[in-house]
């Protein structure tokens, strides 16, 4: 199976500023997307990145708070913009198109925000 | 809308089976998960079941699906302290073709205490 890591692992930041998230997978996959985990709840979806045209969001994220990139099949970024302490959560992606829409998670990122 | 309901918390003795619940609301997902979440780490798939179903056996995991009371759950046997970690019930919503997404519960907290 793929090897997803992400980058950075845990980051502490300021109110107000950005932090992008990378993904990286070791084989080329068609589906990634976007979870955050808040503390204590379950996962939710933020949105599908799709390779070489603009993300699909969830009802409740849009794309000025939350820039996705896809350059390749293997690569994808999520920006955390103009951030608040509501933003402090676990950012995971994950690959999906396996056998009975299964999807596989990559570490994760812990962000918290002062 | 579509809701995963799961009991929080779950402590059992090592060498003891441990029984995680779920109860799920859309009667039309074709396909559930369990996942499992060590501290610090990313989602691990353990196993999912086809609504056609109503038993998988995986090693030391049992899955059983009452399609009609749309309840699940995950039987671990001979629970060891390695198997403490939080596991997270999931459905797939499907939208239309091959649309869908996973909706996940809250997750329960699994103490195995030696």
């Known amino acids: 199976s793929a090897v997803i890591s992400q980058k950075p692992s845990r980051d502490i930041c300021q109110r107000g500023t950005s932090l992008t998230i990378q993904c990286q997978v070791d084989?080329?996959?068609?589906?990634m997307f976007w979870y955050r985990q808040q503390p204590g709840q379950s996962l939710t979806l933020i949105a599908t990145?799709?390779?070489?045209?603009?993300?699909?969001?969830e009802s409740g994220f849009v794309i000025d708070k939350f820039p996705i990139s896809r350059p390749n099949l293997t690569f994808s970024t999520l920006t955390v913009s103009n951030m608040s302490p509501e933003d402090s959560s676990i950012y995971l992606c994950?690959?999906?198109?396996?056998?009975?829409?299964?999807?596989?998670f990559g570490p994760g990122t812990r962000l918290t925000v002062l | 809308g579509e809701d995963v309901e799961q009991s929080l918390f779950l402590s059992v003795r090592e060498g003891d089976s441990s029984v995680i619940n779920c109860t799920y609301t859309d009667s039309s997902s074709t396909y559930l998960y369990w996942y499992k979440q060590e501290p610090g780490a990313g989602l691990q798939l353990l196993t999912y079941?086809?609504?056609?179903?109503d038993m998988k056996q995986d090693q030391r995991l049992t899955v059983l699906l009452n399609k009609k009371d749309k309840h699940l759950s995950l039987r671990i046997a001979d629970t060891q302290t390695g198997d403490s970690a939080i596991y997270f019930c999931?459905?797939?919503?499907?939208?239309?073709?091959?649309?869908?997404?996973?909706?996940f519960g809250k997750g329960t907290k699994l103490s195995v205490k030696p």
């Open positions: 079941i086809f609504s056609n179903m």
């Open positions: 999931a459905e797939w919503v499907n939208y239309g073709g091959s649309q869908g997404n996973l909706i």
């Open positions: 084989s080329q996959v068609t589906m």
């Open positions: 994950s690959l999906g198109g396996g056998p009975a829409h299964t999807q596989y």
């Open positions: 990145a799709n390779q070489g045209s603009e993300a699909t969001y």
